[in-house]
């Protein structure tokens, strides 16, 4: 099963207008509730979210060392959008809510490609930093 072109853009458009209103405030409920959400889903991992699974925890790991201090070498532009990903995931109803078997995760497996399409190459430099700085 595959999100419709119109589903894609609907998600994306949503994903896109919050963006800009992400702040802080933002950063910390990403943190917090997305914590729990992570923790309930690898219980369950969805098998659309399966596949991605490394990636999501090191944007989840990029966000929480970013708030602490701990590494800020990252654009706000890629925190927001890594933020924006995990609010979405952590809101119930969506394009296609949670609670729909299967298909209810396809939305934010498309909203989660599309933040680490976008904070691919920050990524990989956390990844390559936190290597060296845990090593």
Request: no cysteine; net charge negative.
């Amino acid at each position: 099963m595959k999100l419709s072109k119109e589903q894609q853009e609907q998600a994306r458009k949503h994903f896109e207008e919050n963006l800009k209103d992400i702040d802080e405030n933002d950063l910390d409920y990403a943190i917090n509730k997305g914590k729990d959400k992570f923790e309930k889903l690898v219980k369950n991992l969805p098998s659309v979210l399966a596949q991605m699974w490394e990636d999501i925890k090191l944007m989840m790991s990029l966000i929480i060392d970013y708030k602490n201090g701990v590494y800020k070498e990252v654009p706000w532009k890629v925190i927001a959008s890594i933020v924006g990903a995990v609010i979405y995931l952590i809101m119930p109803i969506d394009i296609i809510p949670d609670f729909i078997p299967v298909a209810g995760y396809m939305d934010d497996a498309f909203i989660l490609k599309l933040a680490l399409d976008f904070a691919k190459d920050d990524l990989e430099k956390y990844k390559q930093w936190k290597e060296q700085y845990n090593g």
